[in-house]
């Protein structure tokens, strides 16, 4: 089992970070929409357009509004609102919101078990990387 709350992993869109994995379902807190002092956001708030072929996840709004993009449209969340993204679906996260909290339950516990079709960040050959904008 690990904790990784202390180490949050930046993104261009906000921050995530680990907050449970046993090897078979890990749990992250995603962090998206920097607010600007104006209470705009500093900058775009989506993560890539991605799929994973062989985990599926649960999102789960705690704060702000999220828009969930899938190939069958879009799913706005509120806080308490949640989508389940089965292995395969493609979809992006994106929030016109500052301070929006999503949490994920993925199984299997397989970061690296992305492939994303595209993003606007220049990241479409890359898989995901513990560093600086991953």
């Given at each position: 089992m690990r904790f990784d709350i202390a180490n949050p992993v930046s993104k261009p869109w906000g921050f995530e970070f680990e907050y449970f994995d046993n090897?078979?379902?890990?749990?992250w807190v995603l962090y998206l929409g920097f607010a600007h002092k104006s209470g705009y956001l500093e900058r775009l708030s989506a993560t890539s357009t991605h799929l994973h072929e062989n985990k599926d996840a649960v999102a789960f709004c705690v704060n702000g509004v999220v828009e969930v993009r899938t190939e069958n449209g879009p799913i706005m969340l509120k806080p308490g609102e949640h989508v389940l993204l089965e292995s395969g679906s493609c979809h992006q996260i994106y929030t016109?919101?500052?301070?929006?909290?999503l949490i994920e339950i993925e199984s299997p516990s397989d970061r690296a078990d992305i492939k994303r079709i595209e993003d606007a960040y220049g990241r479409e050959a890359e898989g995901y990387a513990w560093d600086t904008n991953s």
């Open positions: 090897g078979f379902i890990s749990i016109d919101f500052p301070n929006t909290i």
